[in-house]
């Protein structure tokens, strides 16, 4: 029978057998590096600040107060709301959209592009496009920065082409911004869409047509619904990283604008110093990715309920 | 012929990948309503020829005809042809009426029109209640037959079926067998057919063009190609067959004689052009065209020794060493114990029906 479509189908659970002492390390592993990360955040948003760094152990809600209330300069005036991080954080959310957006533009195609390579040349594309990623973030973010300054190789290029007759402010925009983060996370879109990607079978494409579906109706009918959990799982791993990243920024986008990672990092290394405000961010910012991805696997499951 | 009658003209096709050449000039005029069979070994060519058709490969020289007009540079959606893949090719997040509904839907089909003619469908290949399942939740054999009415629903004016029943199981396989041929009849559509194997070609084709190394070798009606096969190779694939070598003889009376090399002479047909008297030839016997007599009673002068018997249930076959000449195949209608009477080892004469030899000279 067809193999593709019998791999659709669910593999019973009887036959992916994991033993429980084979899973330990991972156990200890998580527990270790993410578990008790989180849970230290969180004990510390509840604490009180102690002034240059560190924490009094002591229970206080004066972080999260901070974060949604402005009592005034003595903290004695009646509570308004604080829109100040509001704004930062909706700021956030928009630069990692567009970021995202970028990416899924760019990265879609390429991994398209790279799974419909003949195998022996797949594995070149695909170690290209990891190639960046042996050099350290921070270097990666500094390069662009150079590369896109007022008199850097990009303007001076598009100025003697004539393209253009002054140098085009880039560096310390949102634009670049977005440009840094996209820079920063394109493979995380490009390896999940590709291994989607790469297990389509393209007898659909052919079926599609000869059914009279022309190029357009084949991506958005046929391609699209099938590799769509790659595609979402690009998403969500270029997204989340990209609302919390502090680099490009800081970087590339001057301090003009804050914006979450940046807020948190200075609470923990800068002269702000208020690590239960840090931690609050913190938390407030991980509740509601996590709030995200809950609806979204709800939804998922109803449609696939709904399907069955 | 006038232009309406011939559903699909292929002229020389040549189809080149590269170096490898799959189709060598393929010439072909499929009659409108026909169900036509291409049938070869595999590597031949069929389904190169019908993805060509289908217009999912260009043509590297020659045309393609649908009803008169050149659809050679068209490409697959713009050709009111549809496939029945080798597997399936279903859409996987499409339910069973969505995925019936696709190619209507993309021809514009109002969707009153949509839903009676997806019903319909569904009736004639009995999957109405299957409608809201998706293909991961069918059988083969259910699968098949989504595919069928996937590729039928928007009236096509060809159907094209890549050996659509070979991954069924023998008794689903004989089954659909008469179901698509019932189902052609119905509808009147032209199908074009591939297969590699010659009973599916045999019980349900109007005519077979069978294939060999991306050329074709014979078309004709079921009957003109296992009754008058042009060559060795076609009588090969079609059946089994025993081939003797003989020499060409006038017999007295005009008619055409085999003369085997112990000097027996036996009657035989050829077909097309002559060959010459004294020739060297080859002659084609079907197994069933022969039966075991005792020595003394042989019409053709063959003898030999049973050295083989095998039971295949309703038939049994012998196999013959000859005295002069290679081994031959018998076969016998198993009508009782007392056909079994020829024992391995026994000296036996060989009887050929009236008409059951061929003449061809390679
Ligand atoms: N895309 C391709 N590239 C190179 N060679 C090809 C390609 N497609 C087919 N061929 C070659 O063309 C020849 C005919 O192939 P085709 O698939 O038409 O055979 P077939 O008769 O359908 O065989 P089967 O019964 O095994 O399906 C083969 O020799 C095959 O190797
Ligand atoms: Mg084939």
Redesign the pocket.
Known sequence: MAGELASTRAVSRTFAPVRTPLLIPTWVIIGFFLVAPVLMMLAYSFLTKEFRGGVIWEFSLAAYDQFIFDRGLFGDEPPQIEWTYIVIFVRSIIQAAVATLLCLIIGFPTAYFIATRSPATRSMWLFLVTVPYWVNLLIRTVSMKFLIRDNGPLNEALMGLGVIGEPIALINTDFAVQLGLFYSYLPFMVLPIYASVERYDFALSEAAADLYANRWTILYKVILPIVWPGIVAGCILVFVPSLGAFLAPDLLGGAKNFLIGSLIEEQFKGNAGNWPFGAAASMILLSLVLIALFIYARRQARRSAQAA | MSEQDIAIDVRNAV?R??A?T??AGVSLTIRDNEFFTLL????????????LIAGF?EITEGEILLYGEDIGTLPPNRRPINTVF?HYALFPHMTVAENVAFGMRRLGWSKADIEDQTGRILDLVKLGDLAARRPAQLSGGQQQRVALARAMAPRPKVLLL??PLSALDLKLRQAMRIELKQIQEETGITFVF?T?DQEEALTMSDRIAV?SA?EIRQVGTPHEIYEAPNDRFVADFIGETNVLDVTVQRGPDGAWHSRLPNGAVFPCEAAGTPPQDGAAAHVLIRPERLSLVPEAESNSGLTGVVDQIVYLGTDIQYGVRLDEGPDVLVRAQNVGSDTTSFRNGDRVGLAIAPGGARLLVD
């Open positions: 189809k990948f590269g490898v799959a189709l070869g070994p595999s590597g031949c060519g069929k389904t190169t020829l019908l993805r490969e080798q890549d050996e591939v590699h294939m991306g």
